[in-house]
């Protein structure tokens, strides 16, 4: 059996992962990175993953890197848990979910969380943060209307893009954005609901010490 373990933070992008790898039912161990005190910065974390970012995922001695490769894998590499499509044109919109989501709503939240990433002037943060968080709300309404339809992302069947989103809906209802998911984005709430209701993504909550935004 292949030896399992995730670096992961707690409500960052690595809990698609944390969420994915408690679906397969599969063992697994969690190193938890506290990055407000720099554990990603720290010699051990850099020794697993020199980018010093979360989630990395460590396999018998092979480390892989980045939220939407380790959602594959770990659906790929457990068909029987069903998070991956079957139909080669759903394959397909799940990668393009997956981009959607890491190139264009992660971005705009990063502008709006750590601005200071775009620019050394102090002087430019507050407007590359509120540019941020505009642009998150403009992508979260395009985010809506795809989810209108009331079932999951992808087919008919729950996946690791659910568990994907989850992360960017919890982000918009926390404190960097105080969106008001429901009331603004109330298909996308939903769907986070029925996410949030499964015995695995409950598990992994209670792990990270989450609340989520009501």
């Known amino acids: 059996m292949t030896a399992r373990t995730l670096y992961y933070a707690p409500g960052t992008c690595s809990l698609a992962a944390h969420i994915a790898l408690e679906e397969t039912g599969t063992p697994f161990e969690t190193v938890r990175i506290d990055l407000a ?13 020199e980018r010093g970012r979360v989630p990395a995922l460590w396999e018998d001695g092979w480390v892989l890197t980045e939220t939407q490769a380790i959602l594959r894998h770990v659906a790929r590499s457990h068909p029987e848990a069903g998070l991956w499509p079957e139909d080669p044109r759903e394959q397909a919109v799940a990668d393009e979910w997956l981009a959607w989501l890491a190139t264009n709503h992660h971005v705009a939240f990063a502008q709006a969380h750590t601005p200071s990433r775009y620019s050394d002037d102090d002087e430019d943060l507050d407007a590359i943060r509120a540019k941020g968080a505009d ?14 339809n009331g079932g999951w992302a992808v ?50 909550l209670a792990r990270e010490g989450l609340t989520l935004p009501a």
């Open 37 to 49: 005190k720099g554990g990603q910065r720290a010699p051990e974390y850099l020794a697993v993953n």
């Open 155 to 204: 087919g008919e069947r729950y996946g690791v893009v659910d568990a994907y989103l989850l992360v960017f809906w919890n982000w918009g209802g926390g404190p960097c954005l105080r969106f008001d998911m429901a009331g603004r984005f109330p298909a996308w709430t939903a769907h986070a609901r029925r996410v949030t209701a499964r015995p695995a993504v409950q598990a992994v």
């Open 135 to 148: 642009t998150y709300g403009d992508l979260a309404t395009m985010t809506e209307v795809k989810l209108s």
